[in-house]
């Protein structure tokens, strides 16, 4: 079987790298071309000695890689990936976002919370938002697929069992998330100098992160009723996962085990989401470096609040693995190719 | 002016050590004896090097300890306290518990949560709770004192503004801390090792710990109706520090504004706790090893909720700080007095 | 093609473990069974739970394992590995040691260090030590290998081309260790409690470590005389990896390039061992998770002194990977099977 | 008393940030200025939170820092310190500098390793070089005191009793040093970017680094011949501390007893640096946040080489702490004043 052509875009990023690593393994595709415009005709080696003798490919710019690709990753800053995705709708090859120009349906959301505008309007109405275990018939045709992100994605997979069953109290979420320090990418910063992140932690954008439009949006979608959360982030001293801790109300005669069977029932197909036993917390540590999520569940009976715990590599469920298990599902491939590391326990 | 005479029972772990530590640079007392079932006779330097050359004392038993201190800081597992309390309390001795034998007024909730019960209630009569900040005037002529609980003093320093102003909705007060792993103490456990806690992050006792009496009895001293929150700690892999994140809903026309003027004026007089500027969020790496306390808001106008942060050192003022500012204030010494280090940045 | 089945023995051990993890992504082997003392009757999954809804095998004992596999892994505290080693050479089973019992070719070695001695002389005489880029011609037709521990693989790799060459002075040699936690297994101790080990340093069986004699074999093997080392291992408050800074004095006219040429030569044909370009320095990041070993060289031109860095992920190159590595030679299968993970960047 | 005036000019960096923090709980002097050429005009807890409420003190210039001090504190780049070195000198004051431009008593010494010259000749005659364990007589009337450098305290305290006692070959120093981040500064670099840097580990400057030539000064005037060493550092993923382990043959018919009478009768009399007992190896987490140096000594009877190991907090004893040392002793106030700080446990 021929394998696939994909090219990255951004190559040199933390979202870049990953897919680029994680491609490296897939069954079924190669990497045709990457690209970085800072390190534009060096190797990624050089950057990153990890693949030294492994992976010597040149960067090269966009245009070649849109030219020599059939599926398109863009890691890209907000606001840059429109032009690259028109070329390659146009082109009729597959183009994946990573960034948010995609995510929100509302150019009203995207304006007031990124503070640019949709200049191509039909790609975005083209372009098709996806969770792989909430929105997986939404890729049929697709042929831009907007990634989510990782806070999103965690917070999603650990609410739609509750908020679908129509039983939560849905003005009453409140979500306090924590990430490790990839999620803030490889540019530098004093709240992610060594010294300053190590042995720290503290909440950051509290209340008014970026991500809060695409979660109420996928939240709203899922409830079919108008959602408005609380979300805080924090930013953990470790280098990657993301464990969000999710309060809603529920019904005083709601049980554990009603709810637990919601969440089976909602999972029971589902190779990446493993719902854990009574008793048990999700650790960030048990995902880590794979594309599983693990949620964990407790009702606290004395104030009737669910407390779900959900937790996902950022860089792999958050980020390059969900985009290519997206791809995977847009190509027809089986869904898990590339996505089968178990995670190491230590 | 003589120096009085301290002792610690339980010198070798976690908070007794510090208390010792903190007490060699005290300038009103002296340590007197100090204490250890499992190294008696042992030099506490021994177990802990860096004492090497500065701190060669003998650990010897609790009754000479209470023989020879005029002041005696007791840090045992929850169980342990009352019989030394008493021959404290008999002998006219100051007794500072650090445990959770004296920190709940209802013996029904000690029973439920500790699963033991109150064998000299006198005793309890006699003891005072007691954050400073909260609850100094109890203090006056106290011949034991209960010194809470890491969790609950972060909290109900956070919350207290707020609570006695009678505008919050005491009943959607969820609380998500975070703490450093000192707060498991000495004691070998699969959580604490290396391996299993470095890069990893999860909650645990998620809605049942034995914390959350205290933090409701507090609470709603100072609410003066009946609070019931949620709470859900988590294990932090750093060594120190406790961040609470807390949220409460308060009402529609309430500013953060007049929120923060409640907080400045509460804390007006007080040396240890530090409201932050608005925008700035509390982090944990600004207190620790020092006896203050970090607080900062944030309103979701969106949602009507305040966020409260508070963070702590876990070590000192949620365990050996507070006990040497209950002690001092006890005696009649400067409430500062040997509580001055100022926290390092780095 | 049929895979061939394997079982590991002390499953539930950090090696173990990992041997497992890497199993199951091996295309050529199926796990037949996996044993425990202290855990048979559980599932591998309740002691960790990252494998949950992945791998949900129950424990047995040796005695299955060996019964149903053709291949055996055994990681066990050293002096317990002869009978099942026995066992298995009797009914012509692969058996792969993970301890130390098969490593040491004198028996007065063994006895010196580790303080026991040999039961079966005719199974130590059967067994072969490998590091496969030195060693990996006495595979063939062997049925007990000793795999190689952790330090000794990255000190042999480093110096193995410079004492080949017969350019060094081996009375110098100074080897200087720092090895991640897990070096230590799972077992529970202070130095490796979490608040012990985070944020210290320190060396550990200074001058005196059991890994001693097994490096001074290899090396003098190589060396063609006998070399006698200062070695000093250090814990490293990080997870995984092993970096040895190796130091030994070279002829005044030797050069950094030439000593490069040698490294270059050597190694040319190894897929997993790869010589950092001049002025790079090994770092164990890049190599963690993966079989990959990197190699930097510095030449003090002041004091003629060589410095060799070498680097691998001390659970996969200096334990699990390599004993797979060394199963796939044995067994004829392609050298790089199920260990051809791309390290991560982060 | 009058509190002697005291000034730190740089005070936003990480020493300077630690003499202001150190100097605020000194008995005998006032902080009267400090200055700053990035944030002049800001106050120091804007910069650093952990100063809110404690120290308010707005940043100024370095022109009014030495107007108004008696006492001067450089913490500057190297090639800044000599034209306030001057000034101070011509005024009388006591100059301290934290940098390397007094250090090396040898201007080809200082050309060659850090590329400047030395403008005022006069100046380096009448600057003093002081380990106060090592050479606390030059103080007595200096004005211009270079304070050590980091690594150079931890190797030149660790050598000087066996190099002093002459039983040293001084041809085979070799010296492993690794450090914690703090030693890299505050300024941004990717190699101390959180997720680079942590869980990672890797020696830098290979036998290149500037402290070189100062660590063969010191030795040398210790050993009254000249001493070339191999030295080699590492970064290591913690805040603070270093630790050196270094290598030098002795006699063979020395042995360890003999060794640590010489370390005992060299440090009897001293505060500050505690030679540990045999068996123990020295760790960085006992002297962090501390002025401490720990020693311990280990002989390796095969290969007659003694193995140093020294730590010290890198912040403290080799740079702040050590600085306030200098102060103390060359203004006639009791050594240890401001530094009187009992090492934490965690």
């Keep these: 079987m021929n394998r696939i052509k994909v090219g990255v875009i951004g190559a040199t990023g933390y979202a870049g790298l990953e897919i680029v690593r994680l491609l490296l393994s897939h069954p079924n595709v190669e990497i045709a071309q990457i690209s970085s415009v800072s390190y534009e005709g060096k190797k990624l080696s050089e ?6 003798g492994i992976y010597e490919k040149v960067l090269t710019n966009d245009a070649v890689v849109v030219e020599e690709s059939q599926v398109v990753f863009a890691c890209l800053p907000h606001g840059h990936a429109e032009p690259i995705a028109k070329k390659c709708f ?5 183009f994946i976002d990573m960034g948010a120009d995609f995510r929100l349906s509302k150019e009203e959301d995207y304006k007031q919370w990124y503070g640019g505008q949709y200049e191509e309007k039909g790609l ?15 890729l ?20 739609a069992p509750v908020l679908k069953a129509g039983i939560a109290d849905v003005s009453t979420i409140v979500i306090d998330s924590k990430s490790g320090a990839t999620g803030a990418g490889r540019g530098l910063a004093l709240n992610t100098h060594y010294t300053e992140c190590n042995e720290g932690f503290s909440p950051y954008k509290v209340a008014s992160h970026r991500h809060t439009p695409e979660i109420e949006e996928v939240l709203s979608g899922i409830a079919k009723q108008e959602v408005t959360v609380t979300f805080v982030p924090h930013l953990l001293a470790v ?3 993301i464990v969000s801790t999710m309060y809603v109300n529920v019904p005083p005669d709601a049980t554990e085990e009603t709810i637990r069977g919601l969440y089976e029932e909602f999972y029971k197909n589902e190779r990446f989401v493993k719902l854990l036993p009574a008793g048990a917390a ?11 999520c693990h949620i964990s569940l407790h009702l606290d009976n004395r104030t009737h609040r669910l407390i ?7 860089m ?3 980020a390059a693995g969900q985009a290519i298990q997206n791809m995977n599902i847009a190509l027809g491939l089986e869904e898990a190719a590339g996505l089968t590391m178990v995670p190491p326990a230590f």
Excluded: F, M, W
Excluded at 125 to 132: L, M, N, Q, R, W
Excluded at 282 to 292: Q, R, T
């Design 316 to 318: 792999v469920k958050g």
């Design 308 to 314: 779900v715990v959900c937790t996902i590599d950022n």
């Design 282 to 292: 999700a650790n960030l540590k048990n995902v880590k470096y794979s594309n599983y």
């Design 124 to 138: 975005h109405k083209a372009a098709v938002y996806c969770i792989p275990e909430l929105h997986r018939d939404r």
């Design 90 to 94: 146009d082109q009729g090859k597959l």
């Design 140 to 159: 049929k045709n697709a042929k831009i697929i907007a990634n989510p992100g990782c806070y999103p994605t965690s917070i999603s997979l650990g609410l």
């Design 239 to 241: 280098n990657r996962g």
């Design 47 to 52: 950057i990153y000695p990890q693949l030294t």
